[in-house]
C-alpha cells in the first residue's frame, strides 16, 4: 500500500464518480418539492381568499427574504430543538424544495394570471366541467409559458444541492471537498468536480429543451416559433455590425 | 425536550452578529461591483463577434453558470496559495462571488444593449458621432435602464447567497451565528437572528427594486 500522500486522484476517481447519481437523485428530489410548493404558493397568492393569499404571500417572503442557506443551516441544528426531528436528507431537500419553490410560485402565478379571463367564462359557457377546464383548457396555455423559467429552476436545484454537503450529505461536492483534503493537490480535484457539474447542467438543459417541445406538442402550440429571432425581428434592434468599429 | 427562547441571549449576541453584517455588507458592495465591470466585459466581448474570443467567452459564461458557486469559492480558496497568492479569505470570496454574479449580468446587459431600437444606431451614425460617444452615450444609458432593476436583484441575491463564504472561514453573518452556537451549544437564537436580520434587510429592499421596476418599466 502506498502512503496517502502518494496518491493520486485516479485512486480517488471512484468514490468522486459514485457521487453524481446522488447529485442527480437529490435534484430530482429537491425538485419535485419545488414544483409542488412552486404551485401551492403560487395558486395560493392568485387567490381570491385573503385568509389563503395573505399566508401564502408571508411564508413566500420569509422563504425569498432569509438566505437559502441561513435557511439550510436553520432545519439542520435549530428544528430539532422544536422536536422536529428530520434527518438531514430530509430537512436539506425540504429546504431547497421549498426555497426554490418559493421564487418559481411567482412564475406559476403570472402564468395563471396570463390566461385571459375569458377562456375560464367561456369554458364555464359552454358548460365544461372543472378538471375538462383546467386540463383542456388552462394548462395548455398556461403550462409552456412555465418550462423556460422551469429549466433555470432546475440548473439551479443542481447547482443548490452542492449546499447540502454542509449538512454532511456525501453527494458530489461532499466527496471532492473529502478527497482535496487528502491529496496535496486541491487543483485536479476541483476542476474535475466542476467539469462533472458543468455537463450535467448541459445535460439537463437538453432534457428542458425536449420537455420544452413535449409540452408545446401537448399543449397544440407549433414548435417552431422558438426564441430565436427570424431575420425581420433582427433588423428592428440589435448590435449593428459597425458598433465595434470594425 | 422543552426549549426556551431566550430574548435576554439573542439580544446579547446581536452586536457579534452585526459585526459579521458589515463582512456580508462589504462582500455583497464589492463583489457587486466586480460583477458589474466584469459583467459588461463578459457581454461586449460576446456582442463584438470576435472569431474564437467571442465564442470562448460564451462557454465561459455557460460553465460559470452552470456549476455550483460553492465549488468555485473552494476552488478559488485552495487553488491561489498554491499559485502563491495569498489573499484574504473575505477577498477570495468577494471574488468568487463577482465571477459567478458577472455570468448573469452579462447575460442582463446583452439582452439590454440587443433591445436598443436599430433607428438609434442609424440616427447617430446619421448625425456622424464619433462610435465612444454612441456606445457612451446613446447606447448603454439606454441598455442601463432595463438592466439597473435586474441588476438590483443580483445584489440582493448575493447579499442573501454570500451566506455561503461562511465556508471558507469568513466570518460573515451565518459564520458569526455558526460560532456562537459552537461556542456556546445555543444554535438556536443566533440562527435565527441571523435569518431574521437577512429579512429584514432584504425585504425592503426586494420592494425597493420592484418599485424602480415599476418606473422604468412605465417610462
Not at chain 2, 458589515?22 to 462582500?27: I, S
Not at chain 2, 451565528?177 to 426586494?206: C, D, K, Q, W
Amino acid at each position: 500500500m502506498r502512503y496517502l500522500a502518494e496518491r493520486t486522484l485516479g485512486d480517488y476517481l471512484p468514490l468522486l464518480l459514485q457521487g453524481i447519481p446522488i447529485t442527480l437523485e437529490l435534484t430530482l428530489a429537491s425538485t419535485v418539492v419545488l414544483v409542488a410548493a412552486g404551485f401551492v404558493f403560487g395558486l395560493g397568492r392568485g387567490s381570491r381568499n385573503r385568509l389563503i393569499r395573505w399566508p401564502a404571500g408571508f411564508v413566500v417572503e420569509v422563504l425569498r427574504g432569509s438566505s437559502a442557506i441561513a435557511q439550510l443551516f436553520w432545519a439542520f441544528y435549530v428544528l430539532p430543538y422544536f422536536g422536529v426531528e428530520l434527518s438531514p436528507l430530509a430537512a436539506g431537500i425540504a429546504v431547497l424544495g421549498l426555497n426554490g419553490g418559493a421564487y418559481f410560485s411567482e412564475v406559476v402565478r403570472a402564468a395563471f394570471a396570463s390566461v385571459p379571463k375569458g377562456q375560464t367564462e367561456a369554458a364555464i359557457a359552454l358548460n365544461l366541467s372543472a378538471w375538462f377546464r383546467l386540463r383542456r383548457i388552462i394548462l395548455p396555455q398556461a403550462l409552456p409559458i412555465m418550462v423556460p423559467p422551469f429549466g433555470n429552476a432546475l440548473i439551479d436545484m443542481l447547482k443548490f444541492t452542492a449546499l447540502l454537503s454542509l449538512v454532511t450529505i456525501q453527494e458530489l461536492a461532499y466527496r471532492a471537498d473529502a478527497i482535496r483534503s487528502v491529496l496535496e493537490d486541491a487543483g485536479p480535484v476541483y476542476s474535475l468536480t466542476l467539469l462533472i457539474y458543468f455537463a450535467m447542467a448541459l445535460a439537463l438543459s437538453a432534457l428542458v429543451q425536449w420537455l420544452e417541445v413535449a409540452v408545446n406538442r401537448w399543449a397544440g402550440r407549433s414548435t417552431r416559433t422558438g426564441r430565436k429571432a427570424g431575420p425581420q425581428e433582427r433588423s428592428t434592434s440589435g448590435v449593428p455590425r459597425w458598433a465595434f468599429g470594425r | 425536550m422543552t426549549f426556551q427562547w431566550d430574548w435576554g441571549f439573542a439580544f446579547q449576541q446581536l452586536p457579534t452578529l452585526l459585526q459579521g453584517l458589515v463582512f456580508t455588507l462589504e462582500a455583497t458592495f464589492f463583489g457587486s461591483l466586480l460583477a458589474f465591470v466584469l459583467g459588461l466585459v463578459w457581454a461586449l466581448a460576446r456582442l463584438a463577434e470576435v472569431p474564437v474570443v467571442s465564442p470562448l467567452v460564451r462557454l465561459w459564461v455557460e460553465f460559470v453558470r452552470g456549476t455550483p458557486l460553492l465549488i468555485q469559492l473552494y476552488f478559488l480558496f485552495f487553488i491561489f496559495p498554491s499559485y502563491g497568492v495569498t489573499l484574504p479569505a473575505l477577498e477570495t470570496g468577494i471574488i468568487g462571488l463577482g465571477i459567478y454574479y458577472s455570468a448573469y449580468a452579462s447575460e442582463v446587459y446583452r439582452a439590454g444593449i440587443e433591445g436598443v431600437p436599430r433607428g438609434q444606431w442609424e440616427a447617430s451614425l446619421a448625425l456622424g458621432l464619433p462610435l465612444r460617444r454612441v456606445w457612451g452615450r446613446i447606447v448603454l444609458p439606454q441598455a442601463m435602464r432595463f438592466a439597473v432593476p435586474v441588476l438590483g436583484n443580483f445584489v440582493i441575491s448575493m447579499f442573501k447567497e454570500s451566506a455561503i463564504l461562511s465556508t471558507i472561514s469568513v466570518l460573515e453573518l451565518i459564520g458569526q451565528a455558526n460560532i456562537i452556537g459552537a461556542e456556546t451549544a445555543r444554535y438556536v437564537e443566533p440562527l435565527t437572528m441571523a435569518a431574521l436580520i437577512f429579512l429584514v434587510i432584504s425585504y425592503p429592499a426586494a420592494r425597493l427594486v420592484r418599485l424602480l421596476e415599476a418606473r422604468t418599466g412605465a417610462a
